[in-house]
């Protein structure tokens, strides 16, 4: 028995007429490759195909005589035993049709025009991070300094005051004139973190370990920052990004805008029958199309905003040049993609059967991959998302941690010179004890006595560090 197979086109990567063949051999796509097989994994002869194409290329809808359109009315009026189309499982469909085990998820989506491209300008430079990524950032240097600062003023080995001894002779070696200048070099806290923050990386220094593990922490988030900052700032300048003119469905509504469907079918029937307040919105807002391609040229031609229709054929439009198409909203609606049978056929069981063991061997698979070869760039119609403050929230904790280990290792320091202040037996007896209160010390000494001018001095001024 030869069955009649009834092939939608237009329908890529689905089903689809080459115009470039002849026959039998001009109907293509992934469900044309797969009925054979599906025919051989049942145990029918897989050459027992005949295919046609028939006038009405749409799903099909049912009319108020009862009778049916589209490619279900070529089942109802038994012209053909299968239909190959991009096709959705529906309650009211059973009733008339057999529909196969699911091939494929028949989630909706809804695609745009990406015509306009994001303008660079001025500020763009700006776009890697959101606004409040860049206030806390600023925020965060400032903060880092200041915790530096009240570090060293707390830890008995902080940053000191160090005044450098500049010597300027003047004259013939007969008469030598000594000029001292004295300049204060007191390294600043928020100089370095802004240095260290633009990648100079001068870590402040002190022989406190409670600063040196701010310092460390601080360098190692700069780091990344800057490794972030320039990873996203590269890709913005190097890929071409778009503005669309609707984002997703709830833009559709409130801009009243027109989006188009296909003409009858399960995309057709879900805005029919609305099931949540953005369905029943967006009831009143779309216009049937025959085809894909019709809908396609009403996009380009601004006539609607967009249009809605199975997920995975979007997918395949969307890779396609001249690659002007973006899908702005995807994954939602209901349905699986079918084959469509005459009611009560003899093969629906045994091609059901064939449907799991290819979906389980991974032949659908396969076949969708062979069909679907993207010569689009997805990212660069995707646009690049900002980094935000939780892109980021690893890197705030592992700073925190070190801030406290810093307060603890300050409390420890101190602690230690409390003991050597204390217990002067164990002072002398313990040599690293005496360093750390040397070192101490040479905080609060000021190596010279002077105000810090230009002038002449006897070098008997310059004095050393108690001990």
């Given at each position: 028995m030869v069955l009649q197979v009834a092939v939608a086109n237009g329908r890529r990567p689905f089903t689809f007429i080459n115009p470039d063949r002849d026959g039998q051999a001009a109907f293509s796509g992934v469900l044309v490759d797969l009925l054979p097989d599906l025919l051989d994994a049942a145990g029918f002869n897989k050459s027992d195909l005949h295919y046609y194409a028939p006038k009405s290329q749409g799903s099909g809808s049912q009319l108020p005589n009862g009778t049916w359109t589209g490619m279900t009315g070529e089942l109802t009026a038994g012209r053909a035993d299968v239909i190959l189309t991009q096709l959705t499982a529906t309650s009211y469909r059973e009733e008339f049709a057999d529909q196969s085990f699911a091939i494929l998820d028949a989630k909706m989506?809804?695609?745009?025009?990406?015509?306009?491209?994001?303008?660079?300008?001025?500020?763009?430079?700006l776009q890697p991070f959101s606004w409040e990524l860049w206030v806390c950032l600023v925020l965060f240097v400032f903060g880092v300094a200041l915790v530096l600062t009240v570090l060293a003023r707390l830890s008995p080995m902080g940053l000191f005051d160090i005044r450098k001894v500049a010597v300027h002779v003047k004259g013939t070696s007969g008469d030598v004139t000594r000029q001292y200048a004295i300049h204060d070099v007191t390294r600043s806290f928020l100089l370095d973190t802004w240095l260290t923050a633009t990648g100079q990386t001068p870590l402040p220094q002190g022989r406190s370990w409670a600063i040196r593990m701010i310092a460390i922490s601080y360098g190692l988030f700069s780091l990344l920052v800057i490794a972030s900052y320039t990873a996203s700032f590269a890709a913005i300048l190097t890929l071409k990004t778009y503005r669309y003119s609707v984002n997703d469905r709830q833009d559709l509504a409130n801009s009243n805008l027109k989006f188009g469907i296909d003409a009858g079918g399960v995309t057709q029937y879900y805005f029919k029958h609305p099931h949540d307040d953005l369905s029943t919105a967006l009831s009143d807002q779309y216009i049937t199309f025959p085809g894909v391609a019709?809908?396609?040229?009403?996009?380009?031609?601004?006539?609607?905003?967009?249009?809605?229709?199975?997920?995975?054929?979007?997918?395949?439009?969307?890779?396609?040049?001249?690659c002007d198409m973006a899908i702005v909203d995807r994954g939602w609606g209901y349905g699986s993609q079918v084959i469509g049978f005459q009611k009560n056929s003899t093969i629906t069981a045994p091609l059901n059967d064939a449907i799991l063991k290819l979906r389980e061997n991974g032949r659908v698979d396969q076949l969708m991959r062979g069909w679907h070869v993207p010569a689009c760039n997805a990212q660069a119609q995707g646009g690049i998302d900002q980094l935000q403050l939780p892109?980021?929230?690893?890197?705030?904790?592992?700073?925190?941690?070190?801030?406290?280990?810093?307060?603890?290792?300050?409390?420890?320091?101190?602690?230690?010179?409390?003991?050597?202040?204390?217990?002067?037996?164990?002072?002398?007896?313990?040599?690293?004890i005496q360093h750390l209160l040397f070192s101490a010390n040479q905080k609060h000494f000021d190596y010279i006595h002077s105000e810090a001018h230009f002038g002449r001095m006897d070098s008997s001024l310059v004095s050393t560090p108690r001990k």
């Open positions: 989506a809804l695609m745009v025009h990406a015509d306009t491209l994001r303008p660079q300008d001025a500020f763009t430079f019709a809908a396609l040229d009403a996009i380009r031609n601004k006539t609607i905003a967009g249009y809605i229709t199975q997920e995975s054929l979007l997918d395949y439009i969307a890779s396609l040049q001249p892109s980021f929230a690893g890197l705030w904790y592992f700073l925190f941690i070190f801030w406290g280990l810093a307060v603890l290792v300050t409390l420890v320091e101190r602690l230690i010179i409390w003991i050597g202040h204390r217990y002067p037996r164990l002072r002398h007896a313990n040599a690293k």
